[in-house]
């Protein structure tokens, strides 16, 4: 009884049910490795996993002064990948805080597989934070809004639905947070600011990542305090 148990439930677990779609970051995930064991950094870093919107940013650095963030983004990172890397990418570092930018579950696009609910996203993003916890316990983490695109604005409601299940757990758990990002990237009439994303309308510009750190860094200054 006890084995058909282990069974039952190794088959029902989002490891198991998601292994193949990770498979295609393995090699990418490797690279990140290799960094780890090349760069050194302070136990003050910030590290930050997620997508491509954390792996294209390059001004990262200059952005967050003084803050210094160690960036562990890749892809097309998706939540039901990211469970498969979650302690490798976390457990070699001593830091700060953890923070974390994944907005590619719904897209309305068919890659790999359908578009997740917002119940199964905030799923997923609870099993990322019962990994991080098993090696940095009290670490303060970071959960960063999916912003408002006009590539993906058709499935908004179910993007923006996804956001206010996280932040509601967020606000019941100790040690973490979550940073507001959709309204900075809105206009006045409720559309997507176009002005802050390349011709993709999907990934930010030097602009919008200008703001983008000007948000993070906030809720940095608000939430930590660094040694000297």
């Not at 290799?34 to 760069?39: A, F, G, T, V």
């Not at 890659?111 to 940095?136: C, M, W, Y």
């Not at 200008?210 to 040694?227: A, M, R």
């Amino acid at each position: 009884m006890r084995y058909l148990f282990i069974i039952l439930f190794l088959s029902c677990s989002p490891l198991k049910k998601y292994e193949s779609f990770a498979k295609k970051w393995e090699n990418d995930i490797k690279k990140l490795e290799i960094l780890d064991q090349k760069e050194n950094y302070s136990d003050q870093a910030i590290l930050f996993i997620g997508s491509s919107s954390i792996r294209k940013w390059d001004s990262i650095k200059e952005d967050l002064n003084p803050y210094k963030p160690i960036k562990r983004g890749y892809g097309g990172a998706h939540y039901y990948d990211l469970i498969h890397f979650t302690k490798r990418l976390v457990s070699p570092h001593k830091v700060k805080a953890i923070a974390i930018f994944v907005a590619n579950d719904i897209t309305g696009e068919k890659e790999g597989i359908n578009d997740l609910s917002p119940k199964e996203v905030l799923n997923l993003a609870k099993f990322v934070v019962k990994q991080i916890r098993k090696t940095h316990k009290k670490t303060p983490i970071f959960f960063i809004e999916t912003t408002p695109t006009s590539s993906r604005w058709k499935v908004w409601n179910k993007i923006s639905k996804a956001n206010d299940l996280i932040k509601y757990f967020i606000s019941k758990n100790k040690n973490m947070f979550y940073i507001d990002t959709r309204t900075f990237y809105i206009k006045s009439n409720g559309m997507p600011n176009d002005e802050f994303f390349i011709a993709d309308k999907l990934h930010l510009n030097n602009k919008g990542y200008k703001l983008w750190g000007k948000i993070i860094k906030d809720s940095f200054d608000k939430n930590l305090i660094l040694k000297n």
